[in-house]
């Protein structure tokens, strides 16, 4: 079984739209800049990767990443000719902290706010009539494990559609918990580089339309791409701290359901958060993985310039695989000036944008969570795909 994404929205740092996203990510731009919403003087660290749309520096505001994920689910289902009313389409959120930065102001500020607003299903009620919304905190991998869940309920005919979506953004007990949990505060993202300092928070939402392919697009929509397979494991090896045999374990199980072999996978969407720790673990499970190869896949780390975006990390790679492959650019890794040697084998994009003179057909996209919850999936280049006359007879 295989599954056609028909739908795309979203919003970070670095754009307002899938479309501005992908321009900022091929021209290097980043969303890097002074932190905006809160006391800097309490805190190391300086600077994160913040939407720049609170009243006034300093003044922030209650629902932001409620905001976000409505215009991002708002987008997809235009785009995939849904309009306004999601009452028949399962919707399901990937998140690590939801709303509660409104908890925060509440406490801190008074700021007030309706409990009921704090579930997401609240705005999806209001908004687009979705009766039937289901949020994953599931940390940083949480949009990938939706992806997942939304594949399943395809599969099972619960639903012929569903939204995949993931949000989340910062908050000032996490920014300070991470500001105390690093030697020297991060002043960027730095993946696999060897001035990497740790991670930082980036902002923002995203949504995507599935339907099992053998049910076609639909009225008034196109195909991006295909997605062949998503793979989820949790190891619980540690707290915090990734397992390289777990991830190595989860990108092996997408490539089977896939029917991918490694030689097969032409780009690589890492993970990259430029933590010690992740960047060991994820290049020694690739290393495993793509070992023997005569080169590797291409990779990108499009947190350089995003941020991490936590549980809407994995969809925001996810929609920028979709636009590579569309478009022959890889974007390139910021800020990757001096290469760990665990990387020294592999076609890391740094610098500027490349365009491989041969199509790009399969993409890779890893997520990696706290707890041990990894989550890979394999994409296919939309040109691969059938028209919707040929679809009507069967999925993958």
Same mark, same amino acid.
């Given at each position: ?8 929205? $979203? ?26 919403? %809160?006391?800097?003087?309490? @805190?190391?660290?300086?600077?994160? %990767? ?15 990443? /409620? ?6 689910? *708002? ?44 579930? @997401? ?37 619960? $639903? ?31 993946? @696999? ?31 991006? $791409? ?5 793979? !989820?494991?949790?190891?619980? =090896? ?21 029917? !991918?072999?490694?030689?097969? #996978? ?5 993970? +990259? ?10 290049? /020694? ?16 780390? #499009?947190?350089?310039?995003? +941020? ?13 695989? &979709? ?5 022959? /650019?890889?974007?390139?890794?910021? =800020? ?6 665990? &990387? ?30 990894? *989550? ?8 691969? #795909? ?11």
């Amino acid at each position: 079984m295989s599954w056609i994404v028909t739908g795309m929205g $979203a919003v970070a740092s670095i754009g307002g739209s899938v479309e501005e996203i992908f321009d900022s990510l091929v021209n290097g731009r980043s969303g890097l800049g002074p932190l905006l919403g %809160y006391d800097r003087a309490k @805190f190391r660290c300086q600077v994160a %990767y913040e939407i720049d749309d609170r009243p006034a520096p300093g003044v922030d505001e209650p629902m932001r990443a /409620t905001r976000w994920l409505e215009r991002a689910v *708002a987008a997809a289902a235009a785009d995939a000719g849904l309009g306004e009313n999601l009452s028949e389409v399962p919707v399901l959120v990937g998140t690590t902290l939801r709303e509660l930065r409104s908890v925060e102001l509440s406490w801190q500020e008074g700021i007030p706010f309706e409990a009921a607003d704090l579930h @997401f299903g609240t705005m999806l009620r209001r908004r687009f009539d979705a009766a039937d919304t289901h949020t994953v905190a599931n940390a940083c991998s949480a949009s990938l494990y939706t992806l997942a869940l939304g594949a399943d309920l395809l599969d099972l005919g619960a $639903a012929d559609t569903v939204v995949v979506a993931g949000v989340d953004t910062l908050t000032e007990s996490t920014y300070g918990l991470l500001d105390r949990c690093y030697p020297e505060a991060p002043d960027r993202v730095r993946p @696999f580089d060897r001035q990497r300092r740790g991670m930082l928070q980036g902002e923002g939402a995203v949504a995507v339309v599935l339907r099992r392919e053998a049910d076609g697009h639909g009225p008034a929509a196109r195909i991006h $791409a295909r997605v062949r397979a998503v793979a !989820v494991n949790c190891d619980a =090896y540690h707290p915090s701290a990734p397992n390289a045999k777990s991830i190595a374990a989860a990108v092996q199980e997408a490539h089977s359901r896939a029917g !991918v072999r490694p030689a097969d #996978i032409d780009l690589v969407m890492l993970h +990259g958060t430029g933590t010690p720790l992740n960047d060991e673990a994820e290049s /020694t499970a690739l290393g495993t993985v793509f070992a023997g190869l005569n080169q590797s896949p291409y990779m990108t780390a #499009i947190k350089s310039m995003t +941020g991490h975006t936590a549980g809407a990390s994995g969809l925001h790679s996810l929609i920028a695989a &979709v636009d590579v492959m569309r478009t022959g /650019t890889i974007p390139p890794t910021r =800020y990757l000036d001096n290469p760990v040697e665990a &990387v020294a084998g592999f076609r890391l994009v740094r610098g500027i944008a490349e365009r491989p003179q041969q199509p790009l057909r399969l993409a890779q996209i890893d997520s990696f969570g706290f707890g041990g919850l990894n *989550a890979v999936a394999v994409v296919e280049r939309v040109a691969d #795909i059938p028209g919707p006359q040929h679809l009507a007879g069967g999925g993958q």
